[in-house]
């Protein structure tokens, strides 16, 4: 049942920042850039391979929408692991409390319960209508056009075509390349469609996933400032991996605190991500 999957936003534990609308009082606005879509606490991911033991433990971390959020590390720090739990495609080991609330009249769905529970429909359908993911290697359907790339999580959920597309492809300065395969993009413009199918559907949180390693420097902050651009035209939350600190921090993006320790006999390497 989805109806044992939600509770009162209210009963999360704190995350040592203040909700902002969380108030139930009669007359009680929320600031709609400012509500809260994730609240985590205590969320701990365990995984294990030939002797190795990876732990990724988020002690708080509470994300808003419309914020800009980035995870700096190297590469096996748990960035990816991450990413996917909060894209609901990895189940967390335990958890205190996993909540998301993608829209404001929408009651906060209860992640961990659906996942314990096998209400993976939910989940899958959260997924669909809300978030965008951009993988690393694009992921791109090689048998599309670029125009129809993009415009896949729109088909997916139904959604007419309204000229979404074809002003996400001017914005990304891809639109001389709509009616081409993949196979004829560069690495970069390839990126912009990626980038931009996340997008289109207008989701409230977008993921990516080190979007931009394939890339140079220059063309990196190029299309990382154009994807940025286009997530603030749709007030779009941005969660994003990267080892690049240095212009990350200079597009103005929150870094969520990150520090990975090894054992002594090093069978085994904790991450701490709180925010």
């Given amino acids: 049942?989805?109806?044992?999957?939600?509770?009162?936003?209210?009963?999360?534990?704190?995350?040592?920042?203040?909700?902002?609308?969380?108030?139930?009082?009669?007359?009680?606005?929320?600031?709609?850039?400012?509500?809260?879509?994730?609240?985590?606490?205590?969320?701990?991911?365990?995984?294990?391979?030939?002797?190795?033991?990876?732990?990724?433990?988020?002690?708080?971390?509470?994300?808003?929408?419309?914020?800009?959020?980035?995870?700096?590390?190297?590469?096996?720090?748990?960035?990816?692991?991450?990413?996917?739990?909060?894209?609901?495609?990895?189940?967390?080991?335990?958890?205190?409390?996993f909540r998301f609330r993608p829209e404001d009249d929408q009651d906060p769905l209860d992640v961990n319960t659906s996942w314990q529970n096998g209400n993976l429909n939910v989940l899958g359908d959260m997924r669909k209508r809300h978030i965008g993911y951009v993988m690393q290697t694009g992921g791109l359907l090689p048998y599309l056009s670029v125009r129809d790339n993009i415009n896949l999580s729109r088909g997916v959920l139904g959604l007419r075509r309204d000229g979404t597309v074809g002003h996400i492809a001017e914005k990304l300065g891809i639109t001389n390349q709509l009616k081409k395969r993949p196979e004829d993009l560069s690495t970069g413009e390839r990126q912009r469609v990626a980038i931009g199918r996340a997008l289109a559907h207008r989701p409230a949180i977008v993921i990516a996933d080190e979007?931009?390693?394939?890339?140079?420097?220059?063309?990196?902050?190029?299309v990382m400032a154009l994807f940025l651009d286009v997530a603030e035209e749709f007030n779009s939350t941005v969660i994003l991996a990267s080892h690049a600190w240095r212009h990350i921090k200079e597009l103005g993006l929150r870094r969520l605190a990150h520090r990975t320790t090894h054992s002594s006999d090093n069978k085994l390497t904790e991450t701490v991500v709180s925010g």
Avoid at 50 to 64: C, T
Avoid at 78 to 93: E, H, N, R
Avoid at 217 to 222: I, L, T
Wanted: hydrophobic content about 35%; proline content about 6%; some cysteine.
């Fill in 1 to 97: 049942m989805i109806r044992s999957t939600r509770s009162n936003w209210n009963n999360c534990p704190e995350s040592g920042r203040p909700l902002h609308d969380v108030s139930t009082e009669t007359g009680a606005t929320a600031e709609p850039r400012h509500s809260t879509i994730y609240l985590l606490h205590d969320v701990v991911k365990n995984r294990e391979a030939k002797g190795v033991a990876f732990r990724l433990r988020v002690p708080s971390l509470r994300i808003d929408r419309g914020e800009k959020i980035a995870l700096i590390g190297e590469s096996g720090s748990g960035k990816s692991t991450l990413l996917d739990m909060l894209a609901f495609i990895l189940q967390p080991s335990t958890a205190s409390a």
């Fill in 211 to 222: 979007p931009t390693a394939s890339l140079d420097p220059y063309a990196a902050e190029n």
